[in-house]
């Protein structure tokens, strides 16, 4: 019975609408795109859209500073170290050369925090101390796996597209073990709406198929209708 679905709001203006009112709860998602379309930011609306509704969070970065993730979500009005004060949140750190015990790690501080949200920024990096592209694959594969096992928290991973390529993840493997993919996309010409998001995949889901322009504004993404 589809009414069993629960629906988890991503926290994004014009986003949910697209697909049946959010991500479905403890599903995994990859938000992927080129560098500086958006995808730490995507990741850092949707765990402050859970804290905004009582929902820990925990997000690990393997690319970016804490610190600096947490004073670029101020310039938005997203006070991330209160929460974390509270215990609410965690924002984590972890060295992408230690990529053999992340799954571990992850799988505690969920269970320590009993986080509803979760996000990993990003999978790009974790080539950086694996040998072979299967042996990436693999660890991803793991990775995502036991996040599917866990029924409470819904999961943002971050890939990265290379630039040129039409490929939708570093490993070729994110997007194909996840429930969902939302690419973000960045032309470098003209003003007004030169950011755009397609909803690639959403299991269970009846999304929008159209390119959604986007824009960032002081309150993060807001989502347009489709260009006519
Ligand atoms: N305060 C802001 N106001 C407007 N645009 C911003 C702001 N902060 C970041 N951006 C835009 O978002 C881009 C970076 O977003 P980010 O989420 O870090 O990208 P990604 O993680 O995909 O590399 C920047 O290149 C910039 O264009
Ligand atoms: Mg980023």
């Known amino acids: 019975m589809p009414s069993a679905i629960k629906r988890v709001k991503t926290g994004i203006p014009g986003l949910d609408g697209l697909m049946e009112g959010g991500f479905v709860q403890g599903s995994s998602y990859l ?17 402050w859209q859970g804290l905004q ?24 009005g997203w006070d991330f170290a209160t929460y974390e004060k509270k215990g609410l949140c965690k924002i984590i750190y972890h060295d992408p050369a230690q990529v053999n015990n992340l ?12 986080a509803r949200r979760l996000v990993i920024d990003s999978t790009a990096v974790m080539g950086l101390s694996l040998d072979t592209h299967a042996q990436v694959r693999r660890r991803v594969y793991g990775i995502i796996n036991a996040l599917k096992s866990h029924d409470g928290c819904t999961a943002l991973i971050v890939s990265e597209i ?6 939708l993840s570093r490993f070729g493997v994110e997007e194909f073990v996840v429930d ?15 950011r755009s998001l397609v909803i690639r995949k ?5 999304h929008g198929k159209d390119v959604y322009p986007f824009e960032i504004a002081g309150r993060g993404i807001i989502v347009k209708k489709p260009e006519m």
């Open 162 to 167: 290379p630039e040129d390529s039409k490929a």
């Open 202 to 206: 959403m299991r269970r889901t009846n």
């Open 31 to 47: 938000v992927t795109g080129t560098t500086g379309t958006g995808k730490t930011l995507f990741a850092c609306q949707f765990l």
């Open 180 to 194: 969902g993919v939302i690419v973000l996309n960045y032309l470098g010409i003209g003003e007004a709406y030169n």
């Open 103 to 114: 799954g571990t790690v992850m799988m505690s501080e969920i269970a320590a925090l009993k």
């Open 53 to 76: 509704q009582g929902d820990p969070v925990v997000y690990i970065t393997l690319e970016e500073d804490p610190v600096d993730i947490k004073e670029d979500a101020m310039l938005f």
